[in-house]
């Protein structure tokens, strides 16, 4: 039976000799590197020497644009970090460790030369308000991980998107509800072009220990999709149908083939002769 570690994909990060790294937090083993290739500089978030989140931009643009540009690289990286942080560590004490750890590499990052963000410190200020502490039950780390995603937000992003034998398992963190989820789906098309399509979601608690409850659903939605499998029969090899019909024009007989798209109703097609080419209104019923 698979878990949902079997869809979380990690995998060490190859850096090159000239990186350079901006900020480091040994406690967690995360850092923020920065490197330079064919004229982009990518700042890639790293926690324990597996790239959590990346983002990059031209070197080459007009100088007002580069200003902003370094900033939203920088912290759309980081807001990506924080989401796979989130979505994918599965132990809870780990993953607020890690957490707290990238807070602290943000802070960091915003004393540097370049990359000071009002927006980003005005949000911060605002994740200690009442709104924010009772979101998160009083959780500074997660209201302040929040601040900067609010500010940098990387819509649609989901850190895990993974298909393992005909399952695909994807998951979202909702900030604004404190909450994770995860979306189970199966998919499937016979030769005819007739399919379906199951899915099964659910959400839990940030700050939860998931991982149980996961693979709980994971075994049901796995049951679901067998019991499915033996309920549709196999498909069979069958031949496309087809229609006899004789040329209006040089009485000749021909047989062909119907389309897939008018195999299913009624329909009168126009046919062209192969012999001498005129057209011919040939009608089918299934």
């Not at 409850?213 to 999709?225: G, I, Q, S, T, Y």
């Given at each position: ?6 869809f979380?994909?990690n995998?060490d990060f ?14 967690t083993?995360?850092?923020i590197?920065q ?14 020497g597996?790239?959590y ?7 080459e643009?007009q100088?007002?644009?580069?200003d ?5 690289s920088?912290y759309?990286a ?16 780990k ?6 750890g990238?807070?602290?590499?943000t802070?960091k990052i ?11 410190e005005?949000a ?5 308000g009442?709104?924010?502490?009772a979101?998160f039950?009083?959780n ?7 601040a ?16 393992v034998?005909?399952?695909?398992v994807?998951n ?16 499937e ?6 399919g ?8 839990a608690?940030?700050?939860?220990d998931w991982?149980a ?13 067998a ?25 000749r007989?021909?047989v ?5 798209t008018h195999?299913?109703?009624s329909q009168?097609?126009n ?5 001498c080419?005129?057209?011919n209104e ?5």
């Open positions: 039976m698979y878990s949902i570690t079997d979380i994909k995998a190859l850096l090159p000799s000239d990186h350079e790294v901006l900020a480091s937090d040994p406690l083993d995360a850092a590197v490197l330079d290739r064919d004229k982009r500089r990518t700042y890639v978030v790293l926690v324990e597996q790239s989140g990346l983002s990059s931009y031209d070197l643009q100088e007002r644009f580069l902003e540009n370094r900033k939203t920088m759309s980081i807001s990506r970090a924080l989401c796979k942080v989130m979505a994918t560590i599965t132990d809870s004490k993953r607020i460790a890690v957490l707290q990238i807070n602290a590499l802070t915003q004393q540097l030369e370049g990359f000071h963000c009002p927006r980003l005005a911060q200020k605002d994740a200690k009442d709104e924010a502490m979101l039950e009083g500074t780390v997660f209201a302040t991980a929040e900067c995603y609010l500010t940098y937000p990387t819509f649609n992003y989901t850190p895990i998107s993974d298909t034998d005909g399952i695909k994807e979202v963190v909702q900030w604004g509800r404190a909450n994770l989820k995860f979306v189970m789906s199966h998919e098309e016979n030769q005819d072009g007739l379906q399509k199951i899915q099964r979601w659910f959400t608690r940030l700050d939860a991982e409850h996961v693979n709980a659903e994971l075994r049901k939605f796995h049951a679901v999709v019991l499915l499998k033996e309920d549709t029969p196999a498909q069979k090899q069958s031949k496309a149908p087809v229609v006899g019909w004789t040329c209006s024009g040089c009485n007989n021909h062909a083939t119907v389309p897939r195999r299913y109703t009168t097609m046919i062209a002769c192969p012999a080419g005129k057209i040939v009608d089918y019923k299934p």
